[in-house]
């Protein structure tokens, strides 16, 4: 069975200061991850997907993700918070073999202070 | 290109009618997938589509949910009888790729706000 886990409900930082918006998972494969953003009253957009190639993996406006398996976490980062950023993120695991299944995290509301 | 779209983008209806929703996908997209988020919550998946076939419905939360594709592309998603704890904006997304093809990416449509009275 899979499983997403978003850990902060909320995270406030500065303007100008590292963000960190985590995501632990479990999957009985091997899963395909990703991270979507909903700016207030849009739809989602993508950020980043991992799909077993590298671990590091880069998304747009400089968000990136690290897929760590022994951790089961796949954590989304951007070394200095934009005003813009401030919106939900989610966490998403997708079962890559056999059956299908998306599972969303709940979300993680970034709000960034001035 | 144009992307996915939704219609109505708002609903607002009263407790027992029934609503259709309508997602265009991105044209050329074999998948088409039904999410809703409710306030407050996360997002919940509710059905597929691989061409015109849904292989698994059990996400629908009653029996008063139904949804059809046809052409391979036009879906719609029905609400029957509805009831307030309906209320929720309903996602569309479609894909190029078939689920559980380890290079899926869904694209979401801005979707319809459905309000029950």
């Known amino acids: 069975a899979q499983s997403v886990t978003q850990l902060d409900s909320h995270v406030s930082v500065s303007e100008g200061t590292p963000v960190l918006l985590r995501c632990n998972y479990s999957?009985?494969?091997?899963?395909?991850l990703f991270w979507y953003v909903q700016h207030p009253n849009k739809g989602l957009q993508l950020l980043l997907k991992y799909t077993s190639a590298a671990t590091l993996v880069k998304g747009i406006n400089g968000f990136e993700a690290e897929f760590k398996k022994s951790e089961t976490s796949f954590h989304l980062t951007k070394p200095s918070a934009h005003m813009s950023d401030a919106a939900e993120y989610f966490c998403?695991?997708?079962?890559?073999?056999?059956?299908?299944?998306?599972?969303f995290g709940a979300g993680t509301r970034l709000f960034v202070k001035a | 290109g144009a992307g996915v779209s939704q219609s109505p983008s708002n609903k607002v209806t009263e407790k027992g009618k029934d609503v259709e929703l309508r997602c265009d996908p991105i044209?050329?997209?074999?998948?088409l997938y039904w999410y809703r988020q409710s306030l407050g919550q996360g997002l919940e998946f509710l059905i597929y589509?691989?061409?015109?076939?849904?292989?698994?419905k059990s996400g629908l939360p009653s029996d008063r949910f139904s949804a059809e594709r046809t052409g391979g592309s036009v879906s719609t998603l029905t609400i029957q009888r509805t009831q307030q704890e309906d209320s929720a904006v309903y996602l569309c997304?479609?894909?190029?790729?078939?689920?559980?093809?380890?290079?899926?990416?869904?694209?979401f449509g801005p979707g319809t706000r459905l309000l029950v009275l």
């Open positions: 997304a479609s894909s190029p790729r078939p689920p559980g093809d380890q290079r899926e990416t869904q694209y």
């Open positions: 589509f691989q061409g015109n076939s849904a292989p698994d």
């Open positions: 998403v695991v997708s079962d890559g073999t056999g059956g299908f299944k998306t599972i």
């Open positions: 044209s050329g997209h074999t998948a």
């Open positions: 999957s009985s494969y091997s899963p395909s």
